[in-house]
């Protein structure tokens, strides 16, 4: 019982934290390889969407936990979980795109763009691409 215990949260927990990397890298490649960005360019972006992506995953993991707490949604494990984390990528780029401030304003309001994207994000994926509490997890009534 332990065992896949164990088992089963590792099936949740290491897509969930390294899906969203593996996205981003994807992604900048991706940038690279389509001539939107020289291959110099990839490694100066590299540190700033990996930190991006360990956000997104940490959001992710929160996300999860809250969404089972309210039994709205159980966490995705296995091929459901790497799917969704590494797709979390593009609504977070789309949700940035659409709520950057101007360059010069406070710092204050980028702060509060990227992690208003970060939560739109990770709601969004996890409404979408998890399965629902009655889809075969039974709460005890104690």
Request: aromatic fraction near 6%; hydrophobic fraction near 60%.
């Amino acid at each position: 019982m332990k065992r896949a215990a164990t088992r089963k949260l590792g099936s949740w927990l290491v897509p969930t934290v390294l899906g969203p990397i593996a996205g981003m890298v994807l992604l900048l490649i991706a940038r690279v390889a389509l001539g939107s960005g020289s291959a110099l360019g990839l490694f100066g972006w590299l540190p700033v969407g990996l930190g991006a992506a360990v956000a997104l995953g940490i959001t992710l993991l929160l996300t999860d936990v809250l969404l089972l707490a309210l039994r709205l949604r159980l966490p995705p494990t296995g091929a459901r979980a790497w799917l969704a984390s590494s797709a979390a990528v593009l609504p977070f780029g789309l949700c940035w795109s659409l709520l950057r401030p101007p360059l010069l304003s406070s710092p204050w309001s980028h702060v509060l763009a990227v992690a208003a994207a970060l939560i739109l994000a990770a709601l969004g994926t996890r409404l979408l691409g998890s399965p629902r509490t009655s889809a075969g997890m039974r709460f005890a009534s104690r």
